[in-house]
Structures are given as structure tokens and as C-alpha cells.
């Protein structure tokens, strides 16, 4: 066996089927290996930075993502998609070709470098944006390789493994079965403490609520929550970020209140949540955006309980050394519903009725357009991916299907990101539909991605906002600057040239009734809707007035 046999087994140990990359010379003989393997297919994106966001959609999907670059041109052209998988907790094995062992060894000044005779300058690069960074040698591989990968296992964050190009081919002793990866480990002696104090907490309060955020699903927590809310009717809200963590419909109706944003919250919202009497947060994230603007106030800090992945708060308290999944097993078996409970909301559903629109030919506007979006277009099980800009702020409101994953970047909030993530999306779930909704400022930054799609004829709808700009942007400041605005694309002919031969245009209300049925076939196409540039979603108009506020002070 080689070493570059025993990454191989690594990665497919670790369930991935398909890795994402750019070939460069310092990584074509590891390349090899992915290539000769039949469990293994090796998907060649266009450049560095679309295959890392590419990787961050397929773990998504499948928990763990794998991205092969080369060293410095590579890697660094990669990097912001790593640091965005970074901030969101998305685990990535990013593996870098690297020079042979000499060349590092003597720091010889060669191509791809920057000729500094100091061969660590790119793994300092990402020391800030990875949970663990190494370089293989002859003698560490092992401990590395264990060292490496149970970090990205235990903190869901990317990992950066370099492999020198004359070592993929070295003759190793050890296989699989010799490396043993360390998970989340369980410190059970404080659960029952903590479980009791929680479940006794949620029991004795008139007014419980949990309020969700996306780490539910970074940390593998989703069933868990799901089973807990079912089986004592528990009142929830979610986080921005936390859209469809939670099936918003079918089982957790009505129990399912809106978003907790502060001032961003669905409408009543806020009260209900300030006058809550123990409120159960777990897997939040504190950002700008997903607190509404850090406008939590009002609610009493001593009725709340965090769990995050590392620690459990309690009003003051703070217990350390927990294994969440175990905490959660032990409330799940353990509590009940509370008989008291008075959380007295009712969710106000959008009416809509797709026959008021058959015969309308006015412009699509944001504010009729995302209502009808969610009702007649997007379907139980589908991927729902939407851009940081006028996509996710006009989906986020809405009550979506059941059985939703709900894609998004809004803390990072890269422009170009979700293209690519969709494509990574629909790669590691062919079974299921995936529904891309991106502006064309957005998707001029990673549009020839476009040529994956049609070349494994994924199952992706990609949605082109065509609102002839930077549409957030604008509704931040400079609505008329010439700096907002981009080159004017035939997107459609565009998608055509790339293999993406059915296409659609949307100018109006009765044009899209009448395609939702073409809509919703199966296969590649792009549809292309056309609004006015300075038309928001509402609660992107809200959240932009309180960003150049904040950008002032």
C-alpha cells in the first residue's frame, strides 16, 4: 500500500463518493488515485474557488466534503470559499499537492511559490480559516492524517492536509484499520444534571418556547430536535439562519411560530418571545444580521437556556464538557409535554391564489413574487439554495414544504457562492430537486459553473434574478451609482452555449402561471425573471436601512 492508497481510504471511510478540484502539477499523481478508484469520481470544476463552494453544497448534503487543489495559485484562489465553510461550520478535507519532500526541505524557490524561500507562506494563509493544518512527511503521516481529520470531525470545520508530490507514491505499512478517528466525545456524568435542570425548567414554565439556529444541522442535531418537538408539542421559532432547519408544515403545525430576528422577526414575533418565561436556544449563532442588528432586547436573560456545541448556559451558569447529542437524547427520553403551556400565537399564513395571477401582465414584483414561489413552485424534499440578496431575504419569510433543506450563506454572504453549492447540492442528492434562486450580479462572479450542470445533467433550476444589478447593494446605499450596476448578459443564450438548452423568460405574472408546469420538470434549465432594479423584498429594505445605519456609526 502507498500513502496516497491510504488517503483514498480515508476519504472513503469517511463517506465521500465525489471530490471536487483543479488539476495542477503538484496534484496530478494524487489524482490518479481518485481516478483509478471505482468508488470514488473525481468532478473538475471550472476553477479553485467554485469547486471549494462546490464542496461546501455536497457536505451540505453529506456531512463531509472534499476539495483537491495545488499549492499556492490552487489553494489561495480557493480560500474564500474555505473560510466561508469556516464561519458556517461546514467540514472540508482540503488536500493541497505540494512540491517533493527536497524542495521543501532545501525551501528551493519553484514555480506556484512566492520564490521567499519560506515553504509554510500558504499554510499560515489558512491557519485562521481551518481547524487543524498540516504538510505529510515520511514520518508523521499517520499521526497527522488521525490528527487532522478527528479535528474536522469534532469542530465541523475544514481541514487542510498537504502531500508532497514524491510521498503519494511511498510504501506504507499501515492501512485503514490502523487509524482510528476521534469523534465528539460523550462526558455523561453531567447530562443527567443538566438534562433534569432543563426539562424541570421547560416543565414548571407557562410561556416555554425553543428558538433554533442553523448549527442543529452542522452538528448533526435535526432528528434529535425534531423528535423532541414532536413528542411534547413544544412551541419554536428559528433564526434567520435557521430557515426550514425544522419542517415548518405538516407535523410542527402550528406549533411552528415564525423567525426570531430582533427587528428582522416575522410580525408578533417579538412579543411572543420577550414574554416567554424559559426559552430553550439551542444551536444559535450571534451575527449582525441573524440578531436582527444585535436588536434582541427585552427578553430576561435569567429564562434562558443555550446549548451550543461546546458548552450549556443556564441564566449565569455555564457547565462545560458536554456532549450535546447526548444531552438531547437524554431530554428526548425524558420529557414530557407541558400541560401548562400558554404560548397563545397564531402563525399568519400568506394567502395566495395562483388564478389572480393567470391574467396579470404586470411586472413581477418582490412582494407577490416569493408567496407564490413558495405555494406553487418549490415541493416537498426539494434543496432550496438562495442567494445573500434579494432570494434570501424574499424566501426567508415564507412557509415552506416539508422536508426542505434550505441553503444559504447569509453570515459569510460570498456573491457567486450558491451556484456552485447547488451543483454540489444535486451531485451528493441526484434524487432530489434543487431549486437555485440567484441574482445576475451574483451569478456573473461563478456563472461558467453552468457547463457542470448540463455536463451531469443535474436535476437544477436556476432561477436569474435579472434586476440589471447589485440589487443589495443598492438598497444599502448608492441606488443610483454607476458602481452597482454590471454588463448587460444574454443569460439565456448564455445557458444555451453551455449546454443548458431549456430555458425560459419571465416578464410578468401571467407569463410565469403560465410556465409553472414547464417550471417543474425535471432536468436542467435556467429561467430568467425580470424585475426592477430598485424593487426589494421587504425585509431586505429593513435590514438595508439598519446596515448603512451601523455602517455609519
Known amino acids: 500500500m502507498t500513502l496516497g492508497d491510504l488517503v483514498i481510504d480515508v476519504v472513503k471511510k469517511l463517506g465521500v463518493k465525489h471530490i471536487f478540484g483543479v488539476p495542477g502539477d503538484y496534484n496530478l499523481r494524487f489524482l490518479d488515485y481518485i481516478v483509478g478508484d471505482?468508488?470514488?469520481?473525481?468532478?473538475?470544476?471550472?476553477?479553485?474557488?467554485?469547486?471549494?463552494?462546490?464542496?461546501?453544497?455536497?457536505?451540505?448534503?453529506?456531512?463531509?466534503?472534499?476539495?483537491?487543489?495545488?499549492?499556492?495559485?490552487?489553494?489561495?484562489?480557493?480560500?474564500?470559499?474555505?473560510?466561508?465553510?469556516?464561519?458556517?461550520?461546514?467540514?472540508?478535507l482540503h488536500i493541497v499537492g505540494y512540491p517533493n519532500s527536497k524542495v521543501l526541505e532545501y525551501d528551493i524557490p519553484v514555480h506556484h511559490t512566492l520564490a521567499n524561500f519560506k515553504k509554510n507562506s500558504f499554510l499560515e494563509s489558512f491557519t485562521p480559516i481551518s481547524g487543524s493544518t498540516t504538510i505529510l512527511t515520511s514520518t508523521n503521516y499517520i499521526e497527522e492524517i488521525q490528527r487532522v481529520v478527528s479535528n474536522m470531525l469534532i469542530t465541523e470545520k475544514p481541514s487542510y492536509l498537504g502531500i508532497p508530490a514524491d510521498?503519494?507514491?511511498?510504501?506504507?505499512?499501515?492501512?485503514?484499520?490502523?487509524?482510528?478517528?476521534?469523534?465528539?466525545?460523550?462526558?455523561?456524568?453531567?447530562?443527567?444534571e443538566v438534562g433534569?435542570?432543563?426539562?424541570?425548567?421547560?416543565?414548571?414554565?407557562?410561556?416555554?418556547?425553543?428558538?433554533?439556529?442553523i448549527n442543529i444541522a452542522r452538528f448533526g442535531w435535526r432528528d434529535l430536535m425534531t423528535k423532541i418537538l414532536q413528542k411534547n408539542q413544544a412551541k419554536f421559532v428559528t433564526t434567520l439562519m435557521g430557515k426550514s432547519i425544522i419542517n415548518e408544515t405538516s407535523v410542527a403545525k402550528p406549533n411552528y411560530l415564525g423567525?426570531?430576528?430582533?427587528?428582522?422577526?416575522?410580525?408578533?414575533?417579538?412579543?411572543?418571545?420577550?414574554?416567554?418565561d424559559c426559552i430553550i436556544s439551542i444551536g444559535t449563532v450571534e451575527t449582525d444580521i441573524n440578531c436582527g442588528g444585535f436588536t434582541e432586547d427585552g427578553i430576561d436573560f435569567d429564562h434562558v437556556i443555550t446549548i451550543r456545541?461546546?458548552?450549556?448556559?443556564?441564566?449565569?451558569?455555564?457547565?462545560?464538557?458536554?456532549?450535546?447529542?447526548?444531552?438531547?437524547?437524554?431530554?428526548?427520553?425524558?420529557?414530557?409535554?407541558?400541560?401548562?403551556?400558554?404560548?397563545?400565537?397564531e402563525t399568519g399564513e400568506i394567502k395566495v391564489n395562483i388564478e389572480d395571477f393567470q391574467d396579470n401582465d404586470n411586472q413581477l414584483n418582490h412582494k407577490d413574487f416569493w408567496p407564490l414561489v413558495a405555494k406553487e413552485i418549490v415541493k416537498e424534499g426539494d434543496i432550496v439554495v438562495a442567494e445573500a440578496g434579494t432570494a434570501l431575504f424574499g424566501l426567508v419569510g415564507q412557509n415552506l414544504p416539508p422536508k426542505i433543506d434550505f441553503v444559504s450563506q447569509l453570515l459569510w454572504a460570498s456573491i457567486g457562492y450558491t451556484l456552485p453549492s447547488a451543483i454540489g447540492s444535486a451531485i451528493a442528492s441526484p434524487h432530489r430537486r434543487v431549486l437555485l434562486f440567484i441574482g445576475d450580479g451574483s451569478?456573473?462572479?461563478?456563472?461558467?459553473?453552468?457547463?457542470?450542470?448540463?455536463?451531469?445533467?443535474?436535476?437544477?433550476?436556476?432561477?436569474?434574478?435579472?434586476?440589471?444589478?447589485?440589487?443589495?447593494?443598492?438598497?444599502?446605499?448608492?441606488?443610483?451609482?454607476?458602481?452597482?450596476?454590471?454588463?448587460?448578459?444574454?443569460?439565456?443564450?448564455f445557458a444555451k452555449s453551455l449546454g443548458v438548452d431549456k430555458t425560459i423568460s419571465v416578464k410578468s405574472f401571467k407569463d410565469l402561471v403560465k410556465n409553472i408546469e414547464n417550471i417543474n420538470e425535471k432536468g436542467p434549465k435556467m429561467i430568467e425573471l425580470f424585475f426592477d432594479k430598485l424593487d426589494y423584498p421587504p425585509l431586505l429594505k429593513t435590514i438595508s436601512d439598519k446596515l448603512e445605519e451601523a455602517n455609519r456609526q
Open 38 to 92: 471505482d468508488k470514488l469520481e473525481w468532478i473538475g470544476n471550472c476553477n479553485e474557488l467554485n469547486a471549494s463552494y462546490a464542496a461546501d453544497g455536497y457536505a451540505r448534503e453529506k456531512s463531509i466534503g472534499v476539495l483537491v487543489t495545488t499549492l499556492g495559485v490552487g489553494e489561495l484562489s480557493a480560500a474564500n470559499g474555505i473560510a466561508g465553510s469556516y464561519a458556517h461550520n461546514i467540514p472540508i
Open 167 to 192: 510521498l503519494v507514491d511511498l510504501d506504507v505499512s499501515e492501512t485503514i484499520e490502523d487509524i482510528y478517528f476521534y469523534y465528539k466525545h460523550s462526558d455523561n456524568h453531567m447530562v443527567k
Open 309 to 345: 456545541p461546546k458548552n450549556v448556559k443556564i441564566g449565569k451558569k455555564l457547565y462545560s464538557g458536554i456532549s450535546v447529542d447526548t444531552l438531547l437524547e437524554y431530554i428526548l427520553e425524558n420529557i414530557t409535554p407541558n400541560e401548562n403551556a400558554q404560548v397563545d400565537f
Open 259 to 276: 423567525i426570531y430576528a430582533g427587528d428582522y422577526s416575522t410580525k408578533g414575533i417579538v412579543k411572543v418571545v420577550q414574554n416567554a
Open 443 to 493: 451569478f456573473q462572479l461563478t456563472a461558467q459553473e453552468l457547463s457542470l450542470i448540463s455536463r451531469y445533467n443535474l436535476d437544477v433550476t436556476v432561477f436569474l434574478l435579472n434586476n440589471n444589478g447589485y440589487t443589495i447593494e443598492r438598497a444599502i446605499h448608492g441606488a443610483k451609482q454607476s458602481y452597482n450596476n454590471i454588463a448587460t448578459w444574454k443569460y439565456l443564450d
Open 196 to 213: 433534569d435542570i432543563i426539562i424541570k425548567r421547560y416543565l414548571e414554565a407557562k410561556k416555554p418556547m425553543f428558538l433554533l439556529g
